[in-house]
T-cell receptor, first 112, second 115 residues
Framework: GNSVTQMEGPVTLSEEAFLTINCTYT??????LFWYVQYPGEGLQLLLKATKADDKGSNKGFEATYRKETTSFHLEKGSVQVSDSAVYFC???????????FGTGTRLLVSP | GAVVSQHPSWVICKSGTSVKIECRSLDFQATTMFWYRQFPKQSLMLMAT?????????EQGVEKDKFLINHASLTLSTLTVTSAHPEDSSFYICSAPTGRVTEAFFGQGTRLTVV
């Protein structure tokens, strides 16, 4: 079946550090891939997405590239801010967004 | 933008009691909503699909008599955990599609602790 594996947290960084959160997946067919973010006290928000191999999703300085050869969709940001502190979820679907398969989430803590 | 509000954000209840969680779409109508559950250190898992005006569709392994879902209007779905037990303690979160293919909005989630 479909599954998503992402690194356990928390990931603790200083402001302006480089961020990578690893995400790998197992899926049949050609899934769409997503990163969702949950800020404290809020719902999950779509951060970025990629719908086919080699696509790069980007938003708010975050990027992730759909790598079919390595079945990965790692999240990166060149310079994190304190306001980026949140929980990040990698997810996929190949049946439409309503049947999302999520990773366990990775908590990011950014200190000044 | 579209907002989904979930209430309560956390609840503690005694074993054997029932707990109701509400999920509202605040500025759009949702004929379908989705309920997910996350156990500690595990992924968010889809529990059921809530359909306005008809019965919910449950994923394999989810007890429909234990997790009652009601979608009485185009803006409200409720999940009731009946006769709760400690093993039901979990994080529950709802989502509602907006009509665009790859976008759905999520509530804030509810942390349920059964003691």
């Amino acid at each position: 079946g479909n599954s998503v594996t992402q690194m356990e947290g928390p990931v603790t960084l200083s402001e302006e550090a480089f961020l990578t959160i690893n995400c790998t997946y197992t899926a049949t067919g050609y899934p769409s891939l997503f990163w969702y973010v949950q800020y404290p006290g809020e719902g999950l928000q779509l951060l970025l997405k990629a719908t086919k191999a080699d696509d790069k999703g980007s938003n708010k300085g975050f990027e992730a590239t759909y790598r079919k050869e390595t079945t990965s969709f790692h999240l990166e940001k060149g310079s994190v801010q304190v306001s980026d502190s949140a929980v990040y979820f990698c997810a996929l679907t190949n049946t439409g967004f309503q049947k999302l398969v999520f990773g366990t989430g990775t908590r990011l803590l950014v200190s000044p | 933008g579209a907002v989904v509000s979930q209430h309560p954000s956390w609840v503690i209840c005694k074993s054997g009691t029932s707990v109701k969680i509400e999920c509202r779409s605040l500025d759009f109508q949702a004929t379908t909503m989705f309920w997910y559950r996350q156990f500690p250190k595990q992924s968010l898992m889809l529990m059921a699909t809530s359909n306005e005006g008809s019965k919910a569709t449950y994923e394999q392994g989810v007890e429909k008599d234990k997790f009652l879902i009601n979608h009485a209007s185009l803006t409200l779905s409720t999940l009731t955990v009946t006769s709760a037990h400690p093993e039901d303690s979990s994080f529950y979160i709802c989502s509602a599609p907006t009509g665009r293919v790859t976008e759905a909005f999520f509530g804030q989630g509810t942390r349920l602790t059964v003691v």
